[in-house]
């Protein structure tokens, strides 16, 4: 299972937001490239960035602070967070990111994932599912849709795409586990590659979707509270890959 250490941006500084609610943040640095750098050292083999400020605003906000990171790191990128056109995505891949993640437009404009693969390929693109009680949220997840996780995620599929970031927004930054039951019916119901974020605070956690047959999993606030040692993560969740 590979782990993706998460770093999400919000005004320049590397927070960890509660259950996605703007009002409450917790700053841990203000030099991301800084933070991507040690998780590399520590064995990282992949990052997970978010724009938060893009994805409330609907446009890229912390450009140059992904740059930076991408330029600090050689392991690969994937980023979220207010990428919403063809445009956009052309534009996070000339950053160097890895992987675009598209989240509300794959809810509201479906057809822009079919023409994404198509474009970019479905090694560069990956959707961004966030569920409250099941149902989609969008827009930073202050907007929650009428389509349920498992309908949107059969819909991605039929579209070509092949990777799937599940968050349990009721368990994101909340150190509470995560929604594994959730998680494991969503992948063997679409058999998409499904990444799990929200909750993760252990390295029973971490077991646990790996046993369920997860085959990556996004950490947060976890590393940057010490309850996960990524070395020693890694070496376990990654040894086999």
Request: glycine share 14%; no cysteine; net charge negative.
């Given at each position: 299972m590979r782990l993706y250490p998460a770093i999400d941006m919000k005004e320049g500084r590397c927070v960890r937001l509660?259950?996605?609610q703007f009002n409450e943040v917790q700053v841990y640095s203000?030099?991301?490239?800084?933070?991507?750098?040690?998780?590399?050292?520590?064995?990282a083999s992949y990052l997970h960035l978010v724009d938060l400020d893009g994805a409330l605003k609907g446009r890229s906000v912390n450009a140059d602070c992904i740059r930076?990171?991408?330029?600090?790191?050689?392991?690969?990128?994937?980023?979220?967070?207010g990428i919403r056109s063809l445009?956009?995505?052309?534009?996070?891949l000339r950053l160097g990111v890895t992987r675009a993640i598209i989240g509300t437009k794959a809810v509201e404009e479906p057809e822009l994932l079919k023409e994404a693969v198509l474009r970019f390929g479905a090694e560069?693109?990956?959707?961004?599912?966030?569920?409250r009680d099941g149902m989609v949220a969008v827009r930073g997840w202050e907007q929650v849709s009428r389509v349920s996780a498992a309908e949107l995620a059969g819909r991605m599929k039929e579209l070509g795409v092949r990777t799937v970031i599940y968050t349990d927004i009721s368990r994101d930054g909340m150190l509470t586990g995560p929604n594994i039951e959730a998680t494991k019916a969503l992948k063997e119901t679409t058999g998409l590659d499904i990444v799990a974020s929200g909750g993760v605070s252990c390295m029973d956690d971490l077991r646990r979707l790996r046993d369920a047959g997860i085959p990556g999993a996004i950490i947060g606030k976890a590393l940057y509270e010490?309850?996960?040692?990524?070395?020693?993560?890694?070496?376990?969740?990654?040894g086999a890959l």
């Open positions: 509660r259950q996605g203000g030099e991301p490239a800084a933070i991507a750098g040690r998780w590399e050292s520590q064995g930076e990171i991408v330029s600090a790191v050689s392991v690969p990128t994937e980023l979220g967070g445009s956009d995505i052309e534009e996070v560069h693109i990956a959707v961004g599912i966030d569920a010490g309850r996960i040692d990524l070395a020693e993560a890694v070496r376990e969740m990654e």
